[in-house]
Every structure is written in structure tokens, then in C-alpha cells.
């Protein structure tokens, strides 16, 4: 399995500290165009040992693949640092198997973290957020009052227009305007009606970085178990999820079944490696 230490070191353009939990995160945006978050820094935050999730890491390789390593900013000067791209911190966190956590405090921050955390640190750079509202997040998750439903929507407006701008912006420079910019606008236009079409859903379906978070894991799954058995196990650990939530693609489960859909494929996942001795956190 390939070591995380070894990985060449990516460029980083843009360097913030996010704060959650009265913890300081520290996320780049590389010249990749990703975001790209601490492992050491959070692994301090939680109380995971440094050196265990670097070889974690090193050992699915779905989490290796997002895995590099930055030169990053400290009050000590210039550190080499490892790094994991945002869209794989949930799949990491959920390698920690807060059961087997005795000390209520430190589970309960863990767990918050699991639910919390990328979100957080994804909006750093998407709305120069940089810490998390957590009573009004909690409203926003309990109500479904006309009012809410109208914030979520004029949330969904203002992305798309800043996307827009910034867009626009491009294309001025580059000096072409029009087959690129008619066919973006309609990419918009259909993330719009997919926003308004989840928004009037009673169902609200998983959102597309959810999908994406949920889809790595299921691979996590499959790579592990295919190990064992020899063969392809993709279909049927989709098979398998599709017939627990009674749905027809991944991307059809409800968004209130995500985080049991995560912590089920994390245990059946943490099974695999109890098999050989192992766990994976």
C-alpha cells in the first residue's frame, strides 16, 4: 500500500485558519484548485495520535489518493505538512469508531466533527466563512417552515450567482464570450432547477457532495471486500445499499438517512480490517 510520506508536495495558494469548536484548522486551496485540510491539526484537535492516521491513510487507498503534502504557514515558521483534500474528511472521520470511545466528551466532539466539520471547512473558501453558526444551522436543520425553505433557496441563488461573476470575469480576460459562456449558463440553469426541484421534495434527497462522499465509501467497501473474495464486489455493495434504503441509486437517499448510511458502510468497512487483526483508525 502506498505511504502518505512519499507523496511530492502540491503548491499552496490560498491559506486559512478555520475555527470550529474553539479548534484552529488550517486549509489551503492548492494550485490543483482543491481545498485541502490538516490531518495534523485535526488529528490534535480530536485527540487522534499523528502517526496512526498517517497510516490510516496509507493504507486506503481511496483516502491516498487525496492525500498530499504543502508547505504551510505557522507562528514557528514554514512547516511541511500533510494534507487531505476536503471532499475525503468525511470518509476519514468516519474511519473513528466513536463506540469504542468511553469518555462521553471527547465521543460527543468527535461525533459533531463527523457531522460538521468539512462542511465548515469547505465554505472557508466557497463564502469566506470561517466559523459555523451552530444555533441557526440547527434551525435550519429542525424547521421546514416556508421561511427556511426560502433562506435555503436564496443561498442556492447567491452561489450561483458569485459562480456567474466569477465566470464572467474569465472570459472577459480571455476574450471569448460565447459558445463557453451560452453553455456554463446552462449548466447553471440546470443546477438551479435541480436545487428547486430538491428544495419542493419532501424527501430531500442527499445533496451531489453528499453523493459523492457516499459513493467513496461504498468504493472503500467494495476495494476492501474484493480483496477477500477475488472478484468485483461494486454491484453488490450498491446492491446492498440500494435494498437497506429501498432506493433505486445511491443518489436518491433521503438526507436523513445519510449519516446512518455512512456509519453502516464505516462498520462494514471496520469489519474487514477486524478480520485481519486490524482497525482502520
Known amino acids: 500500500m502506498g505511504n502518505p510520506s512519499e507523496d511530492a508536495i502540491i503548491v499552496a495558494i490560498e491559506q486559512k ?3 470550529f469548536m474553539d479548534d484552529e484548522l488550517i486549509a489551503i486551496r492548492a494550485e490543483d484548485g482543491h481545498v485541502y485540510v490538516s490531518i495534523s491539526h485535526l488529528s490534535d484537535a ?9 497510516q490510516r491513510i496509507g493504507r486506503q487507498p481511496i483516502l491516498l489518493d487525496g492525500f498530499r ?4 504557514e505557522t507562528p514557528g515558521g514554514n512547516q511541511t505538512a500533510g494534507m487531505l483534500r476536503v471532499d475525503l474528511i468525511p470518509l476519514w472521520l468516519a474511519g473513528v469508531n466513536t463506540g469504542r470511545i468511553s469518555e462521553e466528551e471527547r465521543r460527543n466532539k468527535i461525533e459533531r466533527y463527523q457531522r460538521e466539520a468539512a ?8 463564502e469566506g466563512r470561517l466559523t459555523i453558526e451552530s ?27 458569485r459562480n456567474q461573476i466569477m465566470l464572467e470575469a474569465r472570459l472577459d480576460s480571455q476574450g471569448s464570450r460565447l459558445d463557453v459562456h451560452d453553455e456554463r449558463l446552462d449548466e447553471y440553469s440546470k443546477r438551479l432547477e435541480e436545487i ?10 442527499i445533496t451531489p457532495e453528499q ?10 467497501v467494495a476495494y476492501e471486500l474484493g480483496k477477500r473474495t477475488k472478484r468485483n464486489e461494486y454491484a453488490g455493495v450498491y446492491g446492498e445499499l440500494y435494498r437497506r434504503y429501498s432506493i433505486n441509486s ?7 438517512k445519510f449519516e446512518n448510511a455512512m456509519n453502516w458502510l464505516n462498520e462494514w468497512l471496520s469489519s474487514l480490517y477486524d478480520t485481519e487483526g486490524n482497525v482502520p483508525f
Open 17 to 19: 485558519s478555520v475555527y
Open 46 to 54: 480530536i485527540g487522534l495520535d499523528r502517526q496512526g492516521q498517517s
Open 69 to 72: 503534502r504543502a508547505t504551510i
Open 119 to 126: 462542511k465548515v471547512l469547505w465554505e472557508a473558501f466557497q
Open 135 to 161: 444555533d441557526f444551522d440547527e434551525i435550519l436543520e429542525r424547521s421546514s417552515s416556508e421561511a427556511v425553505e426560502a433562506y435555503k433557496m436564496l443561498q442556492a441563488l447567491v452561489k450561483l450567482a
Open 196 to 205: 428547486e426541484t430538491t428544495l419542493g421534495d419532501p424527501k430531500h434527497r
Open 211 to 220: 453523493a459523492s462522499q457516499l459513493s467513496q465509501a461504498v468504493k472503500a
Open 250 to 256: 445511491y443518489k436518491e437517499l433521503p438526507a436523513t
